[in-house]
């Protein structure tokens, strides 16, 4: 377990190959946590038969799912400062194939419902754990585009259950099909104990801090205002695209505006392609000029808000150039939240990055929950009871729930960013133009002193 402080991340100029070996199969680990995480989306309907359970109890295993998630990310953010990513991916991994164990021979609601815990739990495990890895093997400089790939190539887990899973549910059976995902989550938990490994050789470590040496991190993780800007840009940046994506999108354009599945299914597409393209722009952006990263987010906020403002205001429903505009800013959501991510790793020093990135990960999926409920909640409000023919006068009442939560998310921005800036204008550090000092020590990964 290393307990090295953020001044021993390496300082290479150029990453080892050692690092890329590592890096790999922790996004192997990672892809195949989202293609758990995704499976059973793709598979509603025949989840719907096997259970004889209607629309509302499938999505209460979405809900669930993400709940055991988010709920999560601390405490498993505190297990993995003193156990290290090897154990933690490792725990994921088989989590999440005990879980498509249980899913594979489930025959009833509740047993499925306690299958997606199982789920969650590994699926929450495995992300800020692979985060932790990056921030050790890799140079400074590159962790924001490391990461951003991470996220990107990570969702190839999503098409695997799109494709894949889908052709194999629909040629053998239910069981047959998460039988096999059971499998190769066992040989994922067996590829990382082979071949990943904690630390570059020659890291300092130390023994495993103790119930009261933890508890004192997670309290300084918390104090630090580099944390918490970290935790409000995820929340701001990364819910609306994630709730269009993965619940609402979909029934908004097709039964709101009108549009054919194909369209609605190709908008979303675009939505994860944009997101490939921009992902490592932003960690560019973030690599080269670390004190403007809040600019970034505040162009991304401002232009979804402008986006959803005018769609949801346009007098009937809106043109398709307007929807695809939409779409295309959605896209930046995600990769716009990973900066969230780059704030608590040059705030905070090593030993405790798994805490930080597991306090900044609450940000997003806790406003995702809450907007997916709210969006749900509004649209049976203004529609008659047991109808799902909603209007698109509910659809813009259920989306209006997203600005309260853009202003939460921007005034913990400002208010933190404000005392970051106020820190640094003590410590004697020159916003603009970057003082090479102060870049040489963010591309080295060191937190900020």
Do not use: K
């Amino acid at each position: 377990m290393t307990t090295s402080t953020a001044q021993d991340a390496p300082a290479l100029a150029r990453p080892t190959a050692r690092a890329y070996v590592v890096w790999v199969v922790a996004l192997v680990a990672y892809a195949v946590a989202v293609f758990h995480r995704s499976s059973l989306g793709v598979a509603a309907v025949e989840a719907q038969e096997r259970f004889s359970a209607g629309a509302s109890a499938v999505s209460l295993f979405l809900v669930v799912q993400l709940a055991v998630y988010a709920g999560l990310q601390i405490p498993v953010g505190v297990a993995l400062d003193r156990l290290g990513s090897r154990r933690m991916i490792l725990a994921g991994a088989l989590t999440m194939a005990a879980g498509q164990l249980v899913l594979a021979l489930a025959s009833d609601v509740p047993t499925a419902v306690a299958a997606r815990v199982l789920v969650g739990a590994g699926d929450a495990m495995t992300f800020i754990s692979v985060l932790r890895l990056v921030a050790l093997w890799f140079p400074g400089r590159t962790v924001p585009l490391i990461t951003q790939l991470t996220g990107i190539l990570g969702q190839l887990g999503s098409i695997a259950a799109a494709y894949p899973l889908v052709a194999l549910l629909h040629g053998t059976s239910w069981q047959t099909t998460f039988l096999g995902a059971a499998a190769t989550g066992v040989l994922v938990g067996v590829l990382v104990l082979v071949a990943l490994r904690d630390a570059p050789p020659g890291t300092v470590t130390g023994p495993p801090p103790g119930l009261g040496e933890l508890r004192r991190r997670l309290a300084d993780t918390w104090r630090e205002s580099g944390t918490r800007i970290g935790l409000y840009t995820h929340l701001v940046t990364q819910f609306s695209g994630t709730v269009f994506a993965l619940l609402w999108g979909y029934p908004f354009l097709v039964v709101g505006q009108g549009r054919s599945p194909g369209t609605a299914a190709a908008l979303l597409t675009l939505l994860v392609l944009v997101a490939m393209c921009v992902g490592p722009l932003f960690g560019r952006l973030c690599g080269r000029w670390p004190l403007r990263r809040s600019d970034l987010v505040f162009t991304i906020l401002a232009a979804t808000v402008a986006a959803w403002t005018v769609v949801l205001l346009w007098p009937g429903r809106a043109p398709l150039p307007v929807l695809i505009v939409l779409v295309v800013i959605l896209g930046t959501n995600g990769p716009g939240s990973m900066i969230g991510f780059d704030y608590a790793r040059t705030w905070n020093p090593v030993e405790r990055q798994g805490s930080a990135s597991g306090v900044v990960n609450v940000g997003g999926f806790v406003a995702s929950l809450l907007t997916i409920l709210a969006v749900g909640a509004v649209l049976d409000l203004l529609t008659p009871e047991a109808a799902t023919a909603y209007s698109l006068d509910a659809f813009r009442a259920a989306f209006a729930v997203q600005y309260v939560i853009w202003a939460v998310g921007l005034i913990g921005v400002l208010r933190h960013r404000r005392l970051l800036r106020a820190r640094m204008a003590r410590d004697g550090v020159v916003l603009a133009p970057l003082h090479a000092a102060v870049a040489a020590r963010f591309r080295g990964g060191s937190a900020y002193r």
